[in-house]
């Protein structure tokens, strides 16, 4: 599968929690359904939201980490999910404001503010 159809689906919500089952990661699991309900999403949609962080704001070396995963993986759309996950898990503990998160609670108009 090309990184540009894994990236397509990952955008899914349905096929982001397929995928996020398909993990069989439940310490992974935890904390993403712990950051979204942080940022007011369901696990897809944080799922969803975590690859269009990686995508739009990663830098070289995450790609090249990135890249390096899936040629190392047996399972290349696994590998990138996992990746982009910790990278958005590890940027989002630290505030909306440092990551520039775009959930739901962080739009204007939204109860949050």
Request: charged letters at 20%; one cysteine or more; hydrophobic letters at 45%.
């Amino acid at each position: 599968m090309l990184l540009g159809t894994i990236l397509k689906r990952l955008g899914n919500a349905a096929d982001a929690a397929q995928a996020l089952d398909a993990m069989n990661d439940i310490v992974r699991l935890a904390e993403v359904e712990a950051m979204a309900v942080r940022h007011s999403e369901s696990p897809a949609e944080y799922v969803c939201g975590a690859t269009r962080r990686f995508a739009a704001n990663a830098s070289s070396e995450d790609w090249l980490a990135l890249m390096t995963a899936i040629e190392r993986s047996d399972d290349p759309a696994l590998a990138t999910l996992d990746n982009m996950l910790l990278w958005s898990l590890a940027r989002d503990a630290t505030g909306p404001t440092a990551t520039g998160c775009g959930c739901a609670a962080s739009r204007p108009g939204n109860a949050a503010e």
